[in-house]
């Protein structure tokens, strides 16, 4: 099991800006997909973003031309850039580890503790 640390949450106004980060207690994100979730209040757990180990991201479109999700193997690390934040962004943010296959990203059971990002004015 990958385990998972997230950072970067906050609290920010509508319009804002922020960068989530995800790293792992040890140098093995490189071999696997990645992907960041969210949960809101009440919601379920949703994937946001997804990146493949070779780089290729896919979003969902409510975030499409706003986050961009990236990652940096040599540190070991995972982002989230998050711009122009809106209310309904508000959630838990978590990072999972797992695989890409036949189009489609599949999650392992290796989560992080999550970081809060509150968009309020």
């Known amino acids: 099991q990958v385990q998972l640390v997230e950072s970067g949450g906050g609290l920010v106004q509508p319009g804002g800006s922020l960068r989530l980060s995800c790293a792992a207690s040890r140098p093995i994100l490189h071999m696997y997909a990645m992907a960041w979730y969210r949960q809101a209040p009440g919601k379920q757990r949703l994937v946001v973003a997804h990146?493949?180990?070779?780089?290729?991201?896919n979003y969902v479109d409510s975030v499409k031309g706003r986050f961009t999700i990236s990652r940096n193997n040599a540190n070991n690390t995972v982002y989230l850039q998050m711009n122009s934040l809106k209310p309904e962004d508000t959630a838990i943010y978590y990072c999972?580890?797992?695989?890409?296959?036949?189009?489609?990203?599949?999650?392992?059971?290796?989560w992080g503790q999550g970081t809060q990002v509150t968009v309020s004015s």
């Open positions: 999972n580890a797992g695989d890409y296959s036949g189009g489609a990203y599949y999650s392992y059971d290796s």
């Open positions: 990146i493949t180990r070779d780089g290729r991201a």
